[in-house]
């Protein structure tokens, strides 16, 4: 069964459609599968349809399958119950507007990422869409800083991460940093795992690729919070119950 992970904050612009392309291209990427059926699927449940249009020009080279869904709330209501995926990335709208959407796409979270920029006036609206919608639903989330630029100086990632950590929020240790190549990569048709084999390209891969082991490797041990079954016997057990004495 899939793990749905929703990224959410009615914030506008804080990087929501940025994080799922590109957090679903590295994992479908590392994960593989064939051609005909990838183990990652994009779901876009925003009316603004940006994450269609970017998924579009990238064509055959996307390594996940995607759906744009807003308008198609029997499949909205049940993500979780998709089985031909291993994990389910969704995008979510960047209004107060559509905040039905937003709820019933949380319903079928196993986790949420909240994109934070590093700047005072994203505080308050963060705030509000965790305190209205994203933990009412019940489910583990972290914010994640987003779009930090290192050439502005450590100030403004020292006073969000102040706040965040007064706020008791749980955080993401990555942060995806202010990079131009994500800014042009939607115009561009391409995701992370399409840039170029160059050192900048690089560096703003790793922090996708960063950021997708904290997400894969969370304390839930992979485990999908919906599937009712036992968990899994550990590796260890199986490892000590072959050795005698
Ligand atoms: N880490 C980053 N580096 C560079 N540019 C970024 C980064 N994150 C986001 N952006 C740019 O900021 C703008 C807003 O990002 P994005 O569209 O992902 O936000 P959003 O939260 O999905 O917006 P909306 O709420 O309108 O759907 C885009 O132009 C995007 O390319
Ligand atoms: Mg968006």
Same mark, same amino acid.
């Not at 593989?32 to 183990?39: A, K, L, V, Y």
């Not at 840039?195 to 992979?222: C, T, W």
């Given at each position: 069964m899939?793990?749905?992970h ?9 990087g ?6 590109n %957090?679903?291209?590295v ?8 051609t005909?059926?990838?183990?990652? %699927? ?5 009316p603004?349809?940006?994450m ?16 744009q ?5 029997e499949? %909205?209501g ?5 089985k031909?995926y ?6 979510t709208?960047?209004s107060?507007?559509d905040?039905?959407i937003?709820?019933?796409?949380l319903?079928?979270?196993?986790d949420v ?8 006036m994203s505080?308050?609206?963060?705030a ?11 489910v583990p989330w972290r914010v ?8 502005d ?7 969000t ?10 955080s993401?240790?990555t942060v995806i940093?202010h990079?131009? %190549?994500?800014t042009?990569a939607s115009?561009?048709?391409v995701?992370?795992v399409?840039?170029?084999k160059n ?14 082991l904290e997400v894969?490797?969370s304390s839930n041990g992979g485990?999908?919070?919906?599937s ?11 490892v000590?119950s072959g050795v005698?004495?």
């Amino acid at each position: 069964m899939a793990r749905v992970h929703v990224i959410a904050n009615q914030k506008g612009g804080v990087g929501k459609t940025t994080v799922t392309v590109n %957090l679903a291209a590295v994992v479908a990427d590392t994960l593989g599968g064939s051609t005909d059926q990838p183990r990652v %699927l994009g779901v876009s449940t925003d009316p603004q349809a940006s994450m269609l249009e970017w998924a579009t020009r990238v064509g055959d080279a996307l390594p996940f399958d995607f759906e744009q869904c807003h308008d198609r709330p029997e499949v %909205l209501g049940k993500l979780r119950g998709i089985k031909q995926y291993d994990h389910i990335f969704v995008d979510t709208p960047g209004s107060l507007e559509d905040e039905s959407i937003l709820r019933t796409v949380l319903a079928q979270a196993d986790d949420v990422i909240v994109p934070l920029e590093p700047e005072p006036m994203s505080f308050s609206p963060a705030a509000r869409s965790i305190s209205r919608v994203v933990e009412p639903a019940g489910v583990p989330w972290r914010v994640l800083l987003n779009n930090w630029d290192p050439r502005d100086g450590e100030g403004d990632l020292q006073q969000t991460r102040g706040f965040v950590a007064a706020k008791g929020w749980p955080s993401f240790n990555t942060v995806i940093r202010h990079y131009k %190549l994500h800014t042009r990569a939607s115009a561009e048709g391409v995701t992370v795992v399409q840039y170029a084999k160059n050192r900048v390209a690089l560096e703003a891969r790793q922090d996708f690729f960063k950021l997708a082991l904290e997400v894969l490797g969370s304390s839930n041990g992979g485990t999908p919070r919906h599937s009712n079954g036992r968990p899994k016997e550990s590796a260890v057990n199986a490892v000590y119950s072959g050795v005698e004495g």
